[in-house]
């Protein structure tokens, strides 16, 4: 069993910062990419950003410049840092995880959620 345990979300008003945290704890597995995905109201599911396990990125075109994703393998953590948000950045956000071996784009561990929100 596996588990991720997104925090850091809340509430900040547009132009602010927010960093979350996604914590993988349970049975060792080799992980290859993590992901942060989000979801507004009455919206498709949004690849935000990727990190490779060795440490390429990628990021969808709106948060370039703004967001930054990184991992710590040794703490089992990914990190999203949200800079210069925007009323648009407002969203659930969860984090994804893929064992070494799963098919690009495919993820096998999924958190919960943490809400992020911003306001004008």
């Known amino acids: 069993q596996v588990t991720l345990v997104e925090s850091g979300g809340g509430l900040v008003q547009a132009g602010g910062s927010l960093t979350l945290t996604c914590k993988r704890t349970g049975v060792a597995v080799r992980i290859n990419t993590m992901a942060w995905y989000r979801q507004a109201p009455g919206k498709q599911r949004e690849l935000v950003a990727t990190i490779s396990s060795v440490g390429s990125t990628n990021y969808v075109d709106s948060v370039k410049g703004r967001f930054t994703i990184s991992r710590d393998d040794a703490k089992n953590t990914v990190y999203l840092q949200m800079n210069s948000l925007k009323p648009e950045d407002t969203a659930a956000y969860y984090c994804?995880?893929?064992?070494?071996?799963?098919?690009?784009?495919?993820?096998?561990?999924w958190g919960q959620g943490t809400q992020v929100t911003v306001s004008a």
């Open positions: 994804a995880a893929a064992e070494v071996g799963t098919r690009w784009g495919e993820y096998d561990y």
